[in-house]
């Protein structure tokens, strides 16, 4: 269930429907006025939209207060164990106050930060990590990790009702992945505060990613989260915006910059493509628009899967094609493909819409006919996958008959050989 309540961060609404907020945290000392200040830049230009620094000294808390005001994005000051450096950091004019009541000396000392959050109009997030739940709870975090770590969080945000305080987000987080998608379900069941969701500790690059494309990507496909922090263990805090937005525009929940899709490529595949994705990838980051952009390896398969995508570009042995929405745009030499796809991407952008030069569209066309025809009888990944869903279509009708080939020309049909390999699963031969 997602939050009802919504909460302000600066000017960043969370929760109650406001679009999933992404943010990081800086990695440099706090105190260190240009170096956080450089890196907050860099989260804000990847993406995002709340920045979070560590405040464990006084001298992060003075240097809170320039961080603030010169930072392009709101600011929220991480604090623990010291409930004076929280009445110190809303007084220095941060966005917003981080803590964990488990940690931060007792409820009273909670009810200052409280009170003081609440005079300056600055909201809270309650943190509940799973290495620093109350002793009352450790039994039953024995018992269940899961329960003891939704108990907490609901015992908070008792607390922070009985204080009168209702301006605050919530975050549960482990290291665990099932634990973390558990529990967070569980808590958005109980409450209807805003949430923040993030992988505590989740790792490198890759596996960081992975956990929390995994971990986030379920529980934000359920409807729940609010706001989410990738945790890598990179300097580059700007990494973990870049991750967020995957994850965010994966799941359509918000669209920032193009999108690439690419064919993993097979045998079949008639250019470099490692060295022409990753030169339109870097070449993309340029752009605004969510463009889609897709390339395939090779032109068997048509432009087939891909004729969704706004642009795209596929190749057979010298020569390449653009395409626009499924329609040829012009055949170029292999060597000019990108080039080239990148001058249609920007003659659209700049008149608003795609230009189709009839001419070289019927010419692309025909070329790729020519590849089709040449091709008609490659079973290629796509080819396969077509015929699989056609099958399951057919026979979910109850008639298991031939099917019309992908691509293939029309007379041609193919059957299902159910017999042909026991254990490769089911194989399609030619009629
Ligand atoms: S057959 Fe499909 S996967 Fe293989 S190179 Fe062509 S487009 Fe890519």
Request: charged share 25%.
């Amino acid at each position: 269930m997602a939050s009802n309540r919504q909460i302000r961060v600066g000017g960043v609404p969370i929760g109650g429907g406001a679009p999933v907020a992404v943010q990081s945290m800086t990695k440099t000392e706090t105190a260190d006025v240009a170096a956080t200040l450089e890196q907050i830049r860099a989260i804000a230009d990847a993406g995002g939209d709340l920045v979070r620094c560590a405040v464990p000294r006084d001298k992060d808390v003075e240097a809170l207060r320039t961080i603030v005001r010169e930072s392009p994005i709101p600011v929220i000051a991480d604090i623990h164990f010291n409930h004076t450096l929280a009445l110190k950091a809303i007084d220095a004019g941060a966005h917003c106050i981080r803590i964990n009541p488990g940690n931060i000396g007792g409820h009273e000392k909670t009810g200052q930060v409280v009170d003081r959050a609440r005079a300056a109009g600055v909201p809270m997030r309650i943190g509940v990590n799973s290495g620093s739940l109350p002793k009352h709870l450790h039994e039953l975090e024995r018992e269940s990790p899961v329960e003891a770590l939704v108990q907490a969080a609901v015992e908070y945000v008792e607390l922070m009702e009985r204080l009168g305080f209702e301006d605050f987000k919530v975050s549960i987080k482990s290291t665990s992945v099932p634990n973390t998608i558990a529990s967070n379900r569980l808590l958005a069941e109980r409450i209807d505060y805003p949430l923040h969701l993030g992988i505590t500790e989740a790792g490198t690059k890759w596996s960081g990613s992975l956990k929390s494309a995994v971990g986030l990507g379920t529980l934000l496909a359920d409807g729940v989260g609010d706001t989410i922090r990738i945790s890598l263990s990179t300097f580059h805090a700007e990494e973990e915006v870049k991750v967020a937005w995957e994850i965010l525009k994966a799941l359509k929940l918000r669209e920032r910059g193009p999108v690439l899709i690419a064919c993993p490529t097979c045998g079949r595949l008639q250019f470099d493509m490692d060295t022409v994705v990753a030169e339109i990838e870097e070449r993309l980051r340029a752009y605004e628009d969510p463009i889609e952009v897709a390339v395939l390896g090779c032109a068997v398969n048509g432009i087939g899967e891909a004729s969704h995508a706004d642009f795209g570009i596929t190749g057979a042995k010298n020569e390449g094609l653009v395409f626009a929405h499924g329609k040829p745009l012009r055949k170029v030499p292999q060597e000019e493909l990108v080039d080239a796809l990148f001058a249609e991407i920007d003659k659209s952008i700049d008149v608003g819409r795609t230009v189709v030069d009839e001419g070289k569209s019927a010419e692309g066309a025909e070329w790729l006919e020519r590849i089709e025809e040449e091709n008609a009888g490659e079973l290629t990944p796509e080819r396969i996958a077509a015929m699989e869903a056609a099958a399951a279509t057919e026979q979910a009708l109850g008639d298991g008959g031939g099917l019309p080939m992908a691509g293939a020309p029309k007379a041609k049909r193919i059957r299902l050989d159910e017999a042909a390999s026991p254990t490769a699963g089911r194989r399609f031969t030619r009629a």
